[in-house]
């Protein structure tokens, strides 16, 4: 019996985890799926014209190309942008100093933002 129990608990509380996905994500997903075969007042069945629209129009087009160039090169200087500095200041003789002054414009912003909302709140 104890062994029974032992493989109802873990799916307890997993559950509600699991049923917040399935109604909030994965039916959304497949809803929005479903509609891209349907013509724009979601009346009439259409198949893959939307696709064939949206893969064969000069704007889209150019439009995944902007946004592919757009995510590799940001992407990559981003992160070697963060990376060059975490380097330099791990190597800085005033590391905590260096850190800090890195670190603090984050940490006020979310000070900022709680007082912000702490008064639209009291309001």
Do not use: C, H
Request: charged share 15%.
């Amino acid at each position: 019996m104890k062994r029974r129990a032992g493989f109802w608990t873990p799916l307890l509380y997993v559950g509600p985890a699991v049923a917040f996905l399935i109604v909030y994500q994965l039916y959304p997903a497949i809803q929005t799926i479903v509609y891209s075969f349907l013509d724009r007042r979601s009346e009439n069945f259409i198949g893959l014209e939307n696709y064939r629209y949206v893969f064969t129009s000069a704007t889209m087009v150019r439009a995944f190309k902007n946004n592919l160039l757009w995510v590799m090169f940001f992407t990559a200087g981003t992160v070697g942008f963060g990376l060059l500095l975490a380097i330099l200041v791990d190597r800085v003789k005033y590391e905590s100093l260096a850190k800090s002054v890195i670190f603090m414009p984050m940490a006020v912003s979310f000070v900022g933002a709680g007082v912000v909302w702490k008064f639209m709140y009291n309001y």
